[in-house]
Structure formats: structure tokens, C-alpha cells
């Protein structure tokens, strides 16, 4: 399992490389469909010490973006803006992929302060 786990890596990095990774709790505030594009939702995401537009590829496993008002996720924080549809991503959510490869929203099993860094 480790063996071909490791054959898929792109790139191995050092535990110094791990470390410039600012991964923080977010909440959802608002949420909405970008019409232009069948993938991305605009979030907006509390994360203590300011508010992040973020544009995520989850629109096909999303029924209703309000739904997601509310919830916390992780996100790297830290990411150089990137502008996609006239928008501004401030960062990138994660998520992880489920048996069919749909990409599952990733919670914390408790509420936290947003802001709060993953370890």
C-alpha cells in the first residue's frame, strides 16, 4: 500500500516544506453559484481575522449553495490569489474524494473558531 501510494506522488517534500502550509478552520457566510462555469461556487469564509472570497470546483455535488451557509472547512490560506471568471480566489478549500471520485466536503467533527490552524 505505502509502495504504490508513494509510486503516485508527484513530489516528496520535507517536513520544512509541510510547514509553510497555513491550513485554517473557515465558516461559510454566503455561497453562490457562478453562472458562468458548471464547476465553481463563490464562498465567502470567515477565518477570524478576515473574510475570503474563495471560488471551489464543488457545484455538481452541491444541490443548493445556501446549504453550505454555516458550515466550517478547512482551507490553505496561504495560496497565491488566482483570478478565475472575473473572480478572485483567496485560497483553496480541501476536500477529499469519495469511492467514485465526487469530491466530499471535509468537516470538523466539532465547531471551532474560525481561524483555528490545522496541525
Known amino acids: 500500500m505505502f509502495a504504490s501510494y508513494y509510486?503516485?506522488?508527484k513530489e516528496q517534500i520535507t517536513?520544512?516544506?509541510l510547514s509553510k502550509l497555513d491550513i485554517r478552520i473557515?465558516?461559510?457566510i454566503?455561497?453562490?453559484s457562478i453562472p458562468e462555469s458548471d464547476?465553481?461556487?463563490k464562498l465567502l469564509i470567515d477565518i477570524g481575522t478576515e473574510k475570503r472570497q474563495i471560488l471551489a470546483g464543488i457545484k455538481k455535488i452541491i444541490e443548493n449553495p445556501q446549504?453550505?451557509?454555516g458550515k466550517q472547512i478547512p482551507l490553505l490560506v496561504n495560496l497565491k490569489p488566482r483570478e478565475m471568471f472575473g473572480?478572485?480566489?483567496e485560497g483553496m478549500i480541501l476536500a477529499a474524494s469519495n469511492d467514485e471520485g465526487k469530491p466530499v466536503l471535509?468537516?470538523?467533527q466539532t465547531n471551532v473558531p474560525s481561524g483555528s490552524l490545522v496541525k
Do not use: C
Request: glycine share 4%; proline share 4%.
Open 87 to 89: 473572480f478572485m480566489s
Open 106 to 108: 471535509i468537516t470538523p
Open 15 to 17: 517536513i520544512d516544506d
Open 39 to 41: 464547476k465553481l461556487l
Open 67 to 69: 446549504d453550505l451557509i
Open 26 to 28: 473557515g465558516t461559510i
Open 30 to 32: 454566503e455561497a453562490e
Open 7 to 9: 509510486d503516485r506522488m
